[in-house]
């Protein structure tokens, strides 16, 4: 939708290129309907995935077992789930512009915010198992090869960490200017190094003998990601060198900045938005407690065998008839707060302005940050709720 050939087929709808009163707008340049073509079509698009999960959330919502008949529509009937999801998508196209992109926006920055947060549970998640099993195999091996492995990552993590704080001192900030970068990246490497030393510090080693460096070490890194993020929409143009001018001027309007769809920041945060998303719908966690909140949980020994037994005889097998394996409803949630981050990667956070032109704003750099610190302070309290909550098993 982004892409100049699709935006040519969309000047033939209603609602695109027309002011209030219905007369086409005159283009310009880019920076005028043109620039808002395919952000209308992707909010549009969005829109119409996240109100497809959103009524599957809803009407999958305590489905303890197969035998309930709402399993079998999770399950099959895909014909009339794509048909249902193609429908939903053509209404979406002919919603009237009006104020819909503004409060769609804010659906949108809500959406990722968590979606931002399952992607830190996600990422503590792995390095703590990641640690975990490397610290087992050394064990078993007797072999200092597996401790090499784990000092050689965590400090290839903290190096990439120093250098993205150093990158962002350079390009995202000047001398008696970007005050405000200047406190983030601050504020957020002296967060990651508190969290360091709480990771390591005896009385947490004591409780959690898995807690180490790496899971510090890639946390930090999540966070310097996130501050990345945040300050590559800060909507000033000393600040950030992601905002190019039109004809190369020096200073001018935020409302004459031209629209840059595709940065380096949108295009890594869309990876990382695939890899969390392909996690969240694939696997199951080593950790109870990851699992009770993703609500998954590993099949059991003997109903493995037994599929394989059914498969071999060309059979299907129903695994789920006591109970399901994951959350129906919990999993359409992710999607929908998927579709919701999608949608904010794809357009960079934009906001549409009141000139009908796409401005970075404010909005979503204290989105973000706040993301990252929320981030942080649920990995501080994976190290301390051990010590504070003695009675409790977190094994």
Known sequence: MLSPGVESQLYKLPWVCEDRTQQPVVLQGPLDCGSLLGFRAVYRMCFATAAFFFFFMLLMLCVRSSRDPRAAIQNGFWFFKFLILVGITVGAFYIPDGSFPKIWF????????????????????????WNQRWLCKAEECDSPAWYAGLFFFTFLFYLLSIAAVALMFIYYTESGACHEGKVFISLNLTFCVCVSIVAVLPKVQNAQPNSGLL?????????????????????????????????????????????????????????????????????????????????????????????????????????????????????????????????????????????????????????????????????????????????????
Not at 223 to 235: I, R
Not at 306 to 328: F, I, L, M, W
């Open 215 to 395: 899971q510090a070490s890639i946390v930090t890194l999540y966070t310097m990601f996130v501050t990345w993020l945040a300050l590559s929409n800060v909507p000033d143009q000393k600040c950030n060198p992601h905002l190019p001018t039109r004809n190369g001027t020096s200073q001018v309007d935020l409302e004459d900045y031209s629209t840059v769809w595709w940065d380096a920041p949108s295009i890594v945060g869309l990876v990382v938005f695939l890899l969390c998303t392909f996690f969240i719908s694939l696997r199951s966690s080593d950790h109870r407690q990851v699992n009770s909140l993703m609500q998954t949980e590993e099949c059991p020994l003997d109903t493995v065998q037994q599929q394989q037994v059914a498969v071999s005889e060309g059979r299907a097998y129903d695994n789920e008839q006591d109970g399901v394996t994951y959350s129906y409803s919990f999993f359409h949630f992710c999607l929908l707060l998927a579709s919701l981050h999608v949608m904010m990667t794809l357009t960079n956070w934009y906001s549409p302005g009141e000139t009908r032109k796409m401005i970075s704003t404010w909005t979503s750099v204290w989105v973000k940050i706040c993301a990252s610190w929320a981030g942080l302070l649920l990995y501080l309290w994976t190290l301390v709720a051990p010590l504070l909550l003695p009675n409790r098993d977190f094994s």
């Open 106 to 129: 804010y659906f949108g920055v809500v959406g990722s915010f968590l979606f931002i947060l399952i992607q830190l549970i996600l990422f503590i998640d792995f390095a703590h198992s």
